[in-house]
């Protein structure tokens, strides 16, 4: 009883700590320290094994730590990195735009349909997402290119801004940070992981939250008087700070290709395709890096400043460390913290003891998910910071992991957009100026029934 008390008590101040706007790595990690000797005080568990042990269990604290960030660092965090470095690089050379330009050049033909025609967007903008993973950095990219085209065909402000804000909530590809994490912790390819249990989920939400645009975003139109009819071609002329890399002359149609090898090469060299070669994301990541280099060359025509524009791919790396990998670590110094107070024992036996099965654990462990994205405003958050606890619970349920953390990391990405101090959000909402709170009220139905569409096709599936 002590040893919840403690983890309770200790919880609490984690996530008011986090919600006062501390940094969020810092005080997980402080927490999982705290639990830990918190344990070894009352005689309730050690950080590590006896057979891993530093000698001294108050160093072993720190020990786990140090091999949390050595394993992280050379595995899942490497992958992370490279994804990462590779999407700043594709920003920086105007890819990533040559490939928005490509991709929404067919939506033209449906422009006289304005509230279908916003829901393909945000079916294209999802698409992009496997390619652009950053949230933030794929809104603002899309308030560039699809927003003044929404706006031309009758659609408002939000209307325009809530398919565009919900464009990365369906995370789906191994270009994901969360997928990558998740397959990681089942235990298999992330091909696999993305290609078996990912597609069905993915697919149901996609088109559940599309429909729900329509009706959501027509709804709030019509009661706020506008009329989509009434508003057509609007030009509305937007800023946009889009830094070029070494000029200002869009990139090719040709570089639309560029995000996308990694992907291809991901997939042909798998269990799908040719399964004699193996390829890893971190692999395809830097083989499409050298490619990418060779298309600069012939368009630059400047050796030297094509060589020097490499520390952009290996800047995007760092920060993604900084930012990420950290994050995986503190969370999982935290849920170490849990695990060794006993924590997640008392939970599994509760939740037994009042006739809770494996679904009701999986709603559970969702909601808490949920909770945790839209009052941190990230997904990345919420998952890496609980994700871990999940091989332990699922196991003691009699349970597949999947089970669970499939619907976890699709509800960690949607619940994001309906939190408006989500990054993304905050963005795009102050691009288009209005306020994300507005702009949450547009996207928290279509975020919901999604959210409820993946629990339930995850739990029914597998």
């Known amino acids: 009883m002590l040893s919840i008390i403690i983890a309770l008590i200790v919880t609490a101040f984690v996530a ?47 020990q786990f730590i140090k091999n949390t960030f050595s394993s ?9 990195m490279a994804i990462a470095g590779f999407a700043f690089y594709m920003h920086e050379i105007g890819a990533s735009e040559a490939l928005v330009r490509v991709l929404t050049r067919p939506l033209a033909r449906i422009k006289h349909m304005p509230y279908l025609f916003m829901a393909m967007c945000f079916v294209i903008g999802e698409f992009l997402s496997i ?113 070029q890399y070494e000029g200002n002359a869009p990139a090719p149609t040709i570089y639309a290709i560029l995000p996308v090898i990694p992907l291809v090469l991901i997939f042909t060299f798998s269990k799908l395709m040719i399964s004699s070669i193996k390829m890893d994301v971190t692999t395809a990541m830097l083989v499409s890096i050298v490619l990418t280099l060779g298309f600069e060359f012939v368009r630059r025509d400047n050796a030297k400043a094509v060589v020097d524009s490499i520390q952009i791919f290996f800047d995007g790396m760092g920060r993604q460390f900084a ?78 992991p999947v089970m669970m953390l499939l619907p976890m990391q699709f509800v960690a990405g949607m619940s994001r957009n309906i939190s408006p101090i989500a990054p993304n959000m905050v963005a795009i909402a102050g691009v288009a100026d209005v306020s994300p709170f507005e702009l949450a009220k547009r996207t928290t139905v279509p975020m919901l029934g999604g959210i409820l569409i993946s629990v339930f096709v995850s739990i029914t599936s597998f």
């Open 72 to 80: 992280q660092s050379a595995g899942l965090g490497l992958k992370i």
């Open 131 to 243: 390619f652009i993973t950053s949230a933030s950095g794929l809104g603002v990219l899309l308030m560039v290119t699809l927003y003044p085209l929404m706006r031309s065909v009758g659609l408002s402000r939000l209307s325009a801004c809530a398919p565009i804000a919900t464009a990365v909530a369906v995370e789906m590809g191994p270009g994901q940070g969360n997928v990558n994490f998740a397959a990681e912790i089942i235990g298999i390819d992330v091909v696999d992981y993305v290609v078996q249990y990912q597609m069905v989920v993915a697919t149901a939400a996609l088109l559940v939250i599309a429909v729900l645009h329509i009706v959501v975003q027509k709804y709030f139109d019509v009661q706020s008087g506008h009329i989509a009819s009434e508003h057509r071609h609007l030009n509305e002329q937007l800023e946009t700070h889009e830094k």
């Open 323 to 400: 930012n990420v990998v950290t994050f995986i670590v503190a969370g999982q110094t935290f849920a170490q913290g849990l695990k060794t107070i006993g924590a997640i024992d008392v939970i599994v036996n509760a939740a037994e003891s009042a006739g809770f099965g494996p679904i009701l654990m999986t709603i559970v462990m969702v909601a808490i998910i949920m909770v945790s994205a839209i009052l941190m405003g990230s997904g990345n958050a919420a998952f890496f910071s609980f994700a871990n606890l999940v091989p332990e619970i699922a196991g003691k349920m009699g349970i597949a």
């Open 16 to 62: 008011t700590f986090v919600l006062k706007g501390y940094k969020a790595q810092a005080i997980l990690m402080a927490g999982g320290i705290v639990l830990m000797v918190a344990a070894m005080l009352i005689g309730q568990g050690l950080p590590l094994p006896e057979s891993a042990s530093t000698g001294s269990q108050w160093l072993d604290v720190f």
